[in-house]
């Protein structure tokens, strides 16, 4: 097997833990590198542990850094921007600030995150996809439905793999009929946020959903493992960019998701 980390550009955040993490959020991270793709252009997971969580608080006190929410919104009615989508994600991010804002150990009892809390961020091909444990679902959803509801934006129930996942429509070209929505699914402490097309088929969404198992993955072929191998890295955080892989979705778009959902 050829080993793709040679080919990437790496970014890492270096970390040092002494003690062992818990088997739930260690089974949780191995769960979110089976349904990542292998062919990602962009992906980094860790966990983050009450230790290091405790640390933060320390570290940042109950001046925890807030105000994006307020300079993006700032900046968009500066260009006269008014958008659905993009206002539901400010309020999304105006949320996430506010609970924030007490202190980092206020934020993940809010969100209700896993004490030992395994998360993954990715792309899909151009599709990113968020994954967090959780202990429940309910803070997150509550979240993303407050904030559909302060931008207008409808939220509807779609069947995939046979399990119900609630999706909201977040712009639709109206010339091309070409939709961008997102939709949020959460099963066995694992909670999964995925935009999708009306171009992707219900096999591809229920693969980004963690609904359907996927051949060749970040976990399959071995990727992040051998960052962290290469490296000396813990689990707490690690990651990569692959720039070959950026390149070839361009000049070869058969070659990998990012350049075969482009040329869609």
Known sequence: MKRKIAFVCVTLMMAFNTHAFSKKAEKHLTNMQRHAPADSVLYFDGIVDKKTRQA?????????????AAT???ALAQEGVENPAFEFFLNVIERMEEEAAPGIDHFFKAMQLADDTASAIYLDGLMPVIRVSVKKPDALMAMLEDAAEQSEIQAEEKTVAGKKVKTWLLNEDQES?????????????VFTLATYTSKDS?????????LAKRK????????????RNNYDLTLMSAGFIDLLGLLKGFYDPSSNLLGQQAKA
């Open 216 to 227: 060749d993955s970040i976990a399959s072929k071995s990727v992040i493992k051998d960052v």
């Open 72 to 74: 993006l919104r700032e």
């Open 56 to 68: 933060l608080g320390k570290y940042y006190g109950s001046q925890y850094p807030v105000g994006t």
């Open 177 to 189: 009929k070409l939709s961008l929505s997102l939709a949020a699914y959460s099963a066995k402490g």
């Open 202 to 210: 219900d096999d591809a969404l229920a693969q980004r959903l963690a």
